[in-house]
């Protein structure tokens, strides 16, 4: 620990030398009609080879600069092109907060440029990055495009379904997926009816989807990082959106607070989104073919954010968000309900005289969920608590340092009943604490990014060390390989059964103390999830406007908590039982192995996207008998394919047509052998069991030994764009849900045998009228 903290010091040390006799420029580029950051854009120094891109809040630095004249230099597609001159003196830092005006040409070119030279100077190992635009390229089912139609698209992501659907990322299930918005942990993004998140896709500016791989300075998740950043509202007039279609509507409102202006000393604005589903009104007028007692899926989002900024270009955020879902006698439901809420405040700071970025953030959130089926008792699971962190970023030339420190708390309420009617309870306060450091080093066309997070779980005495690295080889302009891994871990799990016949309920807990002491002959020695990840891949770009990426992956989930499927006593009755028949959770280990490949193709009006995923998972855990046994978790799915298309019609670029084909092998499925009459025993050896009256038993055949056919879906919209007047605009969309009306099978209901599926076809209308 030392020598890591020496290390660190001769690190920061050579950095402060290295400004001696340069200088640094940095700022902020802003959209001159709203203020809003534009991200991700080459600033640089004309006819020399300093620059830097912007970053999610649109700020630049370029560092290590000889004193000299120069003209700094903007381009960004959609917007003018902007130079102004600057003088740079040794020693001396200067802030430039920079405004584009949207500019009448195309400039595709420049754009292509701005992408290669993100990805010779960014690892960009198993990440993609998702902006609003690219969710709106996607067919918009519902009428309104939505975050979650777009991530059912990405390499390594599985999609299980329209109803009640989650989302699995390259062999992780839910809960080993973390997902933050604006710092705060979001506990399920998701609605029961998968085609929807809890997010507003006009709220969103970027975001940054890691399957995998993913550096120190994100922790507590083994497998997926899901990072949400919103956008701030419009701090130059008052703006909004309503709109409207057959499934739910939607309203936004943004505008200043305090106008901005290049001579301000700052500025302030607001945003408000709120969206709900009515379907389960609309749907006995529109899709009573489906169900003529309608579709029950309601649900109500609203977010609020406003924001502070400063003459240099500092800010300060408050936000906060309020999500429920409900379902009411739905198929084998007869309720089912979850809700959400939290808030905090986040912030970025730019001291006068020190070339560092500092950002940091404090957030609150609280979910509850229930479960109540026809015949099954009522299951619940709550967690709320905190998180916070603070960050410190320098930019050094083409390399960056970054290191900070995080500390969140929880508490965790779970109330389960396994499938003999056992009941599992847990109420658990937890505490982690974690400091990183990541540094990025560029060395001729070798980009090396180690970085390192030390973990301390405190409710558990528990120190986790966890070194990753990533590498990028440039080998030429349209060549590069890459490389990512490292070692993770969470103290989070989720307890659900594997024997339900619709997965939506995730009960929350925090490293369970009733577990096995050994496993496979080894002593357990912690109460962690622990897992190691390995990336390789290539970029190759073909041509101009095609971008080939191809991946293979191999996590090793060398520790993982399930429940315990094998529990038929309780431990405090039957103290001498066997663990693997009194404990409430056991251990497992699993690994998942895969290819991705991934043809982008995007040209003035064309945009489109060919995906193809290939994957193997595989999970052990011990029988009776002290044998490891091998199974597939539901979720495994060999072959997956999307076929994304986008084409802009028209001379106004005002008509567009999205088009989306998915095709997914079947998931693994446990099959029925028999039933019997299930007699409990409540009373022990005085149950007369020729009298009581028992339940309905049933008789599993092997662990998800059989599999469900293959799965396919079309889905089109078709946007037209209407110009009332200088600001406003109304679009009228048409879209078409599973076109060829596939009969895709959801599940298959064990005691009446009816065969559910999926949802069928359902064109849907919309209008979504915008001012500014």
């Known amino acids: 620990m030392f020598s890591l903290v020496f290390i660190f010091f001769l690190i920061i040390t050579s950095f402060e030398n290295s400004f001696a006799q340069t200088g640094t420029i940095r700022g902020f580029v802003y959209e001159k009609e709203t203020g809003e950051p534009i991200i991700f854009t080459n600033v640089y120094l004309y006819k020399t080879n300093y620059g830097a891109a912007t970053d999610v ?320 008792p009522t299951r619940t699971s709550e967690i709320n608590g905190f998180n916070m962190g603070l960050d410190f970023t320098y930019i050094l030339g083409k390399d960056k340092i970054k290191y900070g420190i995080e500390m969140s708390g929880f508490k965790t309420d779970y109330i389960f009943y396994n499938s003999i009617g056992l009941k599992l309870t847990q109420t658990e306060n937890t505490t982690e604490i974690a400091a990183y450091v990541k540094y990025k080093k560029t060395i001729g066309k070798m980009l090396i990014e180690p970085s390192f997070r030390l973990q301390w779980y405190a409710s558990l005495s528990n120190m986790s060390p966890e070194p990753r690295l990533a590498l990028k080889y440039n080998a030429s302009d349209y060549l590069r390989f890459k490389l990512a891994g490292g070692l993770y871990s969470q103290n989070l799990i989720s307890a659900k059964s594997d024997r339900d016949v619709v997965n939506l309920f995730y009960g929350f807990l925090s490293g369970p103390e009733n577990l096995p ?48 499927r094998q529990k038929l006593f309780d431990e405090n009755k039957y103290p001498d039982k066997p663990d693997i028949l009194t404990k409430d959770f056991i251990i497992e280990t699993g690994d998942a192995e895969g290819i991705d490949l991934s043809l982008k193709y995007d040209y003035k009006r064309i945009y489109c996207w060919a995906v193809y995923s290939f994957a193997y998972i595989h999970r052990f855990y011990e029988n009776i008998d002290n044998e490891l046994v091998e199974y597939v978790p539901h979720y495994d799915r060999r072959h997956n394919i999307n076929l994304i298309t986008s084409y802009i019609l028209g001379r106004n670029y005002d008509w567009e047509i999205n088009v989306r084909w998915n095709l997914g092998s079947g998931f693994p499925v446990t099959l029925t052998k028999g039933y019997y009459p299930l007699i409990t025993f409540n009373e022990g050896i005085n149950t007369n069991y020729t009298t009581v009256n028992g339940n309905l038993g049933i008789l599993y055949d092997d662990l998800n030994a059989g599999r469900l056919p293959y799965y396919h879906r079309l889905d089109i919209s078709l946007k037209k764009k209407f110009e009332i007047g200088n600001r406003s605009k109304l679009e009228a969309n048409i879209s078409v849900t599973n076109v060829y009306d596939r009969k895709n099978i959801f599940y298959k209901d064990r005691v009446t045998n009816e065969i559910i599926y999926q949802l069928p076809i359902m064109p849907s209308i919309g209008l979504n009228f915008s001012f500014n």
């Open 517 to 564: 002491d050994k496993f496979n002959g080894e002593e357990i020695t912690h109460k962690l999830q622990k897992a190691e990840h390995l990336i390789l891949g290539v970029e190759y770009d073909v041509s101009n406007n095609l971008i080939l990426n191809i991946e293979g992956y191999y996590k090793n989930f060398s520790q993982l908590t399930n429940i315990n």
């Open 57 to 376: 809040n649109g700020y630049y630095a370029i560092s290590k600069i000889p004193p000299d004249s120069y003209t700094l230099m903007v381009t960004c597609l959609g917007f003018d092109t902007l130079k102004i001159p600057v003088k740079i003196k040794a020693n001396d830092i200067i802030t430039k907060k920079l405004y584009l005006e949207k500019g009448v040409f195309m400039l595709e070119t420049i754009n292509i440029s701005a992408e290669r030279e993100e990805a010779k100077t960014e690892t960009r190992t198993s990440v993609i990055k998702i902006t609003p635009k690219q969710i709106k390229q996607i067919p918009t089912i519902g009428g309104q495009p939505d975050l979650a139609q777009y991530l059912q698209v990405i390499p390594g992501v599985i999609f299980t379904g329209d109803q009640g659907g989650q989302f699995y990322i390259r062999g992780g299930s839910p809960i080993q997926n973390k997902v933050l918005l604006d710092g705060m942990v979001i506990y399920n993004p998701f609605h029961s009816i998968g085609l929807f998140s809890v997010f507003d896709t006009d709220i969103i500016r970027n975001a940054d989807i890691y399957t995998g791989g993913f550096g120190a300075e994100y922790g507590g998740r083994i497998s997926s990082i899901m990072d949400i950043t919103t956008r701030d509202g419009n701090k130059k007039r008052v703006a909004g959106k309503v709109g409207v279609s057959t499934f739910g509507a939607k309203i936004l409102i943004e505008g200043p607070i305090k106008k901005q202006s290049e001579n301000s000393d700052g500025s302030s604005s607001f945003i408000l989104s709120a969206k709900n589903s009515y379907l389960e009104q609309s749907s006995k007028m529109f899709y009573t073919y489906i169900d003529e007692n309608g579709l029950p899926f309601n649900y109500t989002d609203i977010y609020g954010k406003i924001s502070f900024n400063s003459k240099n270009g500092g800010k300060v955020n408050f936000f906060g968000f309020n999500f429920n879902d409900k379902v009411n006698n739905y198929q084998a439901l007869s309720d089912f309900h979850w809700k959400t809420y939290g808030g905090g405040t986040n912030f970025l700071v730019i001291p006068s005289m020190s070339p560092v970025l500092m950002e940091g953030y404090f957030a609150y959130s609280s979910y509850k969920i229930s479960l109540k089926e026809e015949v099954s």
